[in-house]
């Protein structure tokens, strides 16, 4: 499971990095980026509670 987590947090760090980086021809993307590597270290955060649960 510890494999499983480190794997989210690494690519929600990927993706926050992504979402910094300046895009001039599309702003919103940014954000889409953002909340997807939010998305990605609350589903690492919550992964001893799914081990837990099943």
């Known amino acids: 499971m510890a494999v499983f987590q480190a794997l989210f947090y690494l690519i929600a760090i990927l ?5 910094a980086l300046p895009m001039p021809s599309r702003r919103s993307r940014g954000v ?10 609350l589903t690492a955060f ?9």
């Open 32 to 41: 889409g980026l953002g909340l997807l590597a939010a998305a990605f270290a």
């Open 15 to 19: 993706l926050l990095v992504a979402a």
């Open 46 to 54: 919550a992964a001893p509670t799914f081990d837990a649960a099943f």
